[in-house]
């Protein structure tokens, strides 16, 4: 059973940045990615980030490039998400995802932390 605890959310002024964390365990090598999504209020969830486990290859969104960046602690079994340049428009619930199949869209991620909140305002 996989478990995924997500940490690191907060209010933060625009401009700024905020680094996310994923502890995660229990995951096996039928695991194919680990996915940083997100879902504002009214809004369907996006995914934005993605670590290709066996590949050690890296995605990020467009909406996000140049500003997000995954990476991985391998000795914590842990991922990150470092946001910098936060906009307004990053507010929402961020979560991170764990899927055993290729394809990155979210109904295929069959393992969820709890989400935590970003906040982008002044």
């Known amino acids: 059973q996989v478990q995924l605890v997500e940490s690191g959310g907060g209010l933060v002024e625009p401009g700024g940045s905020l680094r996310l964390s994923c502890a995660a365990s229990?995951?096996?090598?039928?695991?194919?990615?680990i996915g940083w999504f997100r879902q504002a209020p009214g809004k369907e969830r996006e995914g934005i980030s993605f670590?290709?486990?066996?590949?050690?290859?890296?995605y990020v969104a467009d909406s996000v490039k140049g500003r997000f960046t995954i990476s991985r602690d391998n000795a914590e079994n842990t991922w990150y998400l470092q946001m910098n340049r936060l906009k307004p428009e990053d507010t929402a619930v961020y979560y991170c995802?764990?899927?055993?199949?290729?394809?990155?869209?979210?109904?295929?991620?069959?393992?969820w932390g709890q989400g935590t909140q970003v906040t982008v305002s002044s």
């Open positions: 995802a764990a899927t055993t199949a290729s394809s990155l869209k979210a109904i295929e991620f069959r393992s």
């Open positions: 229990g995951l096996t090598s039928a695991y194919y990615a």
């Open positions: 670590y290709y486990l066996h590949d050690k290859i890296t």
